[in-house]
T-cell receptor, first 114, second 112 residues
Framework: AQSVTQLGSHVSVSEGALVLLRCNYS??????LFWYVQYPNQGLQLLLK??????LVKGINGFEAEFKKSETSFHLTKPSAHMSDAAEYFC????????????FGSGTRLSIRP | GAGVSQSPSNKVTEKGKDVELRCDPI?????LYWYRQSLGQGLEFLIY????????KSGLPSDRFSAERTGGSVSTLTIQRTQQEDSAVYLC??????????FGQGTRLTVV
């Protein structure tokens, strides 16, 4: 069975500071990993994905995430936070071996302090 | 259309009534998902379609919930005898590649 754990339901950083949102997964088979973002009053959209190959993946708006198999982690980072980054972020996993449902973490709300 | 379309966007219904929620996926997307998002909660998986088949309906909370997909396209989620705990935002998503889902804006269901 697969599962996703996001540490911290709410993270607050100052504008210009590093953003780090944590995600750990458990999976009995190699997974595909994703980060989705939900801006206020908008639908979810894909931020970035890891399937195979390079373990450091880059997404939209300057975000990136690194797949670390040994740590079963897929943390999301951005070097310098912007006010427009305030949103809810969801980590998600799905097995690569077959078509399947997407399992989402509980989400982390990111707030940006001026 | 350009994206996933859900209707209605808002639905207020009386306890005990049946409701039907509709999802129009992106053309050509073979996979379709339904999720539920309650206030302050994450995404609760309901059901997954591959084509017209539902290989995983493990998330449906009770037998009051059902869903179907026809022609490999439109899907409807039906909730019978609605209860107040059914109040939530119901999200539909479709995808062509594993895990890369495109979400609709959701249907906000309020049971009074």
């Amino acid at each position: 069975a697969q599962s996703v754990t996001q540490l911290g339901s709410h993270v607050s950083v100052s504008e210009g500071a590093l953003v780090l949102l944590r995600c750990n997964y458990s999976s009995s088979v190699p997974p595909y990993l994703f980060w989705y973002v939900q801006y206020p009053n908008q639908g979810l959209q894909l931020l970035l994905k890891y399937t195979t190959g390079a373990t450091l993946v880059k997404g939209i708006n300057g975000f990136e995430a690194e797949f670390k198999k040994s740590e079963t982690s897929f943390h999301l980072t951005k070097p310098s936070a912007h006010m427009s980054d305030a949103a809810e972020y969801f980590c998600a996993v799905t097995p690569y071996s077959s078509a399947s449902k997407i399992i989402f973490g509980s989400g982390t709300r990111l707030s940006i302090r001026p | 259309g350009a994206g996933v379309s859900q209707s209605p966007s808002n639905k207020v219904t009386e306890k005990g009534k049946d409701v039907e929620l509709r999802c129009d996926p992106i053309s050509g997307h073979t996979a379709l998902y339904w999720y539920r998002q309650s206030l302050g909660q994450g995404l609760e998986f309901l059901i997954y379609f591959q084509g017209n088949s539902a290989p995983d309906k493990s998330g449906l909370p009770s037998d009051r919930f059902s869903a179907e997909r026809t022609g490999g396209s439109v899907s409807t989620l039906t909730i019978q005898r609605t209860q107040q705990e059914d109040s939530a935002v119901y999200l539909c998503a479709s995808s062509f590649r594993q895990g890369e889902a495109f979400f609709g804006q959701g249907t906000r269901l309020t049971v009074v």
